[in-house]
């Protein structure tokens, strides 16, 4: 079984969080990944290996969900330095290490700076430049990830992941540069585009470090074992002929395919075992700002974003049907040192598992996943909110355990107008699949910018205008996207459920305090209004224009 972890770090680069993935038992294995991918990419390999190792994939500073160093440029030496101190943290002592690409090039980084920790370097990959191919990928190959209005640089994106399977270097498109392989699937297109995203205008400083590092004098004096091998369709293959032959550890080897490339990484591997590793630390918090942590339920493990505070009851956050935890961090930092604060990723969104089946995706449903991770955490007593769908989980949390819940916030209600939320359910979040040429991404990113500008999004006439400009910057459209992006067929289901959902019905039943809210702009303030009219019973507020300035109105509710 595969998990996932958060560990907080605090050394040379200050405090910092790593994302990795354990799987396996036995001797200590750390797994390096290419750029600009995460851990996710070596999952295959993963439950290929977990029977011979304990497997330790970090998703690298910067890429996945690991912060970055914070650092404009970085050596290969950098990043191995970086793993060392992971390493240090998880309480492995001496391991063997595999790389994948840029992956490839940090293992023989680190075996060549801590020999004494690696026990063995398998390098499926190694990128070995010349001084006159290092200018020209440095000067074309990592051009700044620029977010623009229109959306366009999504289908710029696009065009280069599916290049960088068809031409290497991926901005050469000749003859020439053609790679002699099937170019990657769409699916495969998408997961790349995802995680290039993620990492945003970090990506470079990950390839950069693997470009300008030169691997000849760290495989001249290497004193651990070394295979570095590449398949032969890998255009990196050619670069093995200019590795050292004669280097007393190191075998360089071509292998035929990928499967023969792994197999020989593996066969390395097994000949110089690492020793045991102890079991994961628990994730510690990040002072003074949001941290994150995995926490399990049944079927798999849920994201959680945290802060913390020396007092007070937990005020819970749930995010709406088409975003995560993420896009509420700034929200909750606002409470950090005044009340302890989260939000989860909800079943399937975000980087939360699907552990609901789509049948399944109910608000109730959602509820009692939320409810397991609730009781993981140890939280008993709480104040709960949320935005749209996420308010109604919030709901439900309440009418399942009134005793549990102290108070409830429903910021941004959903439509409670039948006709309305019918027309909602089957219009205002379509169903779409990645498209091989992406046009799926420009009808994201113009689906989120026009929900910005006009209510409902999809009518667009002058009687819907939403007069607020703060959800129309390019940036706050780009991470709504990225979050469609992620998980698009569960946003979807939890947008339908939310407007299934018997809101007023509910509420009106309920006896735990609650508030409902929304700023003047918004158009769920009419909703708003109307439920509250509905149920007197009700506090209302009027909430200030900016969202990040939220989260202190909901403390002063919950705090009375």
Same mark, same amino acid.
């Given at each position: 079984?595969?998990?996932?972890?958060f560990?907080?770090?605090?050394?040379?680069?200050?405090?910092?969080q790593?994302?990795?993935?354990?799987?396996?038992?036995?001797?200590?294995?750390?797994?390096?990944?290419?750029?600009?991918?995460?851990?996710?990419?070596?999952?295959?390999?993963?439950?290929?290996?977990?029977?011979q190792?304990?497997?330790?994939?970090?998703?690298?500073?910067?890429?996945?969900?690991?912060?970055?160093?914070?650092?404009?440029?970085?050596?290969m030496?950098?990043?191995?330095?970086?793993?060392?101190?992971?390493?240090?943290?998880l309480?492995?002592?001496?391991?063997?290490?595999?790389?994948?690409?840029t992956?490839?090039?940090?293992?023989?980084a680190?075996?060549? =700076?801590a !020999?004494?920790? %690696? +026990?063995a370097? @398998?390098?499926?990959? *190694? $990128?070995s430049?010349? &001084?006159a191919e290092?200018? #020209?990928?440095?000067?074309?190959?990592l051009?700044?990830?620029e977010?623009?209005?229109?959306?366009?640089?999504?289908?710029?994106?696009?065009?280069?992941?599916?290049?960088?399977?068809?031409?290497?270097?991926?901005?050469?498109?000749t003859?020439?540069?053609r790679?002699?392989?099937?170019?990657a699937?769409t699916?495969?297109?998408q997961?790349?585009?995802?995680?290039?995203?993620?990492?945003?205008?970090?990506?470079?400083?990950?390839?950069?470090?693997?470009?300008?590092?030169?691997?000849?004098?760290?495989?001249?004096?290497? =004193?651990? !074992?070394?295979? %570095? +091998?590449?398949? @032969?369709?890998?255009? *990196? $293959?050619?670069?093995? &002929?200019?590795?050292?032959? #004669?280097?007393?550890?190191?075998?360089?080897?071509?292998s035929a395919?990928?499967?023969?490339?792994?197999?020989?990484?593996?066969?390395?591997?097994?000949?110089?075992?690492?020793?045991p590793?102890?079991?994961?630390?628990?994730?510690?918090?990040?002072?003074?700002?949001?941290?994150?942590?995995?926490?399990?339920?049944?079927?798999?493990?849920?994201?959680?974003?945290?802060?913390d505070?020396?007092?007070?009851?937990?005020?819970?956050l749930?995010?709406?049907?088409?975003?995560?935890?993420?896009?509420?961090?700034?929200?909750?930092?606002?409470?950090?040192?005044?009340?302890?604060?989260l939000?989860?990723? *909800?079943?399937?969104?975000?980087?939360?598992d699907?552990?609901?089946?789509?049948?399944?995706?109910?608000?109730?449903?959602h509820?009692e996943?939320?409810?397991?991770?609730?009781?993981?955490?140890?939280i008993?007593?709480?104040?709960?909110g949320?935005?749209?769908?996420?308010?109604?989980?919030?709901?439900?949390?309440?009418r399942?355990?009134?005793?549990q819940?102290?108070?409830?916030?429903?910021?941004?209600?959903?439509?409670?107008?039948?006709?309305?939320?019918?027309?909602?359910?089957e219009?205002?979040?379509?169903?779409?699949?990645?498209?091989?040429?992406g046009?799926?991404?420009?009808?994201?990113?113009?689906?989120?910018?026009?929900?910005?500008?006009?209510h409902p999004?999809?009518?667009r006439?002058?009687?819907?205008?939403?007069?607020?400009?703060?959800?129309?910057a390019?940036?706050?459209?780009h991470?709504?996207?990225?979050?469609?992006q992620?998980?698009?067929?569960?946003?979807?289901?939890?947008?339908?459920?939310?407007?299934?959902?018997?809101?007023?019905?509910?509420?009106?039943?309920?006896?735990?305090?609650?508030?409902?809210?929304?700023?003047?702009?918004?158009?769920?303030?009419?909703?708003?209004?109307?439920l509250?009219?509905?149920?007197?019973?009700?506090?209302?507020?009027?909430?200030?224009?900016?969202?990040?300035?939220?989260?202190p109105?909901?403390?002063?509710?919950?705090?009375?």
């Amino acid at each position: 079984m595969v998990t996932r972890h958060f560990v907080t770090l605090d050394g040379q680069w200050g405090p910092r969080q790593v994302h990795y993935r354990r799987a396996g038992e036995g001797p200590a294995l750390l797994m390096l990944h290419q750029s600009p991918k995460s851990s996710a990419d070596l999952l295959p390999l993963i439950h290929a290996w977990q029977s011979q190792f304990t497997i330790i994939a970090p998703d690298s500073p910067g890429f996945g969900l690991s912060d970055p160093l914070g650092l404009a440029h970085a050596s290969m030496e950098t990043f191995a330095a970086a793993a060392l101190e992971l390493a240090d943290a998880l309480g492995l002592r001496r391991f063997g290490v595999f790389g994948f690409h840029t992956g490839a090039s940090m293992a023989v980084a680190l075996a060549r =700076t801590a !020999p004494e920790r %690696v +026990t063995a370097c @398998a390098a499926n990959g *190694l $990128v070995s430049l010349t &001084a006159a191919e290092r200018e #020209d990928i440095l000067a074309h190959y990592l051009p700044p990830l620029e977010i623009l209005p229109d959306g366009s640089h999504l289908a710029a994106l696009w065009n280069r992941m599916r290049d960088q399977s068809v031409f290497f270097p991926w901005y050469r498109r000749t003859p020439e540069a053609r790679m002699d392989l099937d170019p990657a699937c769409t699916e495969a297109v998408q997961d790349s585009l995802v995680e290039l995203l993620r990492a945003g205008d970090h990506y470079r400083v990950g390839y950069r470090a693997a470009f300008t590092f030169d691997p000849e004098p760290a495989l001249v004096g290497m =004193t651990v !074992p070394t295979l %570095v +091998t590449a398949a @032969a369709p890998d255009p *990196l $293959v050619a670069h093995l &002929a200019r590795l050292p032959a #004669d280097a007393a550890a190191v075998q360089v080897r071509t292998s035929a395919d990928g499967q023969g490339a792994n197999a020989a990484c593996l066969a390395q591997l097994q000949r110089h075992p690492g020793d045991p590793v102890p079991p994961p630390p628990a994730t510690a918090p990040l002072a003074g700002q949001a941290w994150q942590r995995m926490v399990e339920v049944p079927g798999g493990q849920l994201r959680v974003h945290q802060v913390d505070a020396p007092t007070g009851r937990p005020l819970l956050l749930q995010h709406d049907a088409t975003g995560s935890g993420a896009l509420l961090a700034p929200m909750l930092g606002a409470l950090a040192g005044r009340r302890p604060a989260l939000s989860i990723d *909800l079943a399937g969104h975000g980087d939360s598992d699907a552990v609901l089946a789509p049948e399944e995706m109910t608000i109730e449903r959602h509820r009692e996943v939320i409810s397991a991770a609730l009781a993981k955490l140890g939280i008993d007593g709480l104040d709960a909110g949320g935005f749209g769908a996420g308010g109604l989980v919030a709901l439900e949390l309440a009418r399942a355990a009134p005793g549990q819940v102290h108070r409830l916030v429903l910021a941004e209600p959903p439509a409670s107008d039948p006709d309305l939320a019918a027309e909602l359910r089957e219009q205002g979040l379509p169903a779409w699949q990645a498209q091989w040429y992406g046009g799926h991404l420009l009808l994201c990113w113009h689906m989120v910018r026009d929900q910005a500008l006009f209510h409902p999004w999809y009518r667009r006439r002058r009687a819907g205008i939403i007069w607020q400009g703060a959800r129309m910057a390019p940036e706050e459209i780009h991470a709504r996207v990225l979050e469609l992006q992620k998980a698009p067929e569960a946003t979807r289901l939890t947008w339908q459920a939310q407007c299934d959902y018997p809101l007023a019905e509910r509420l009106a039943a309920l006896s735990v305090p609650t508030l409902l809210c929304a700023p003047r702009w918004s158009p769920a303030m009419a909703h708003a209004e109307a439920l509250h009219a509905a149920q007197p019973h009700c506090a209302f507020q009027v909430l200030p224009e900016a969202p990040r300035d939220w989260a202190p109105a909901f403390a002063e509710f919950c705090d009375r």
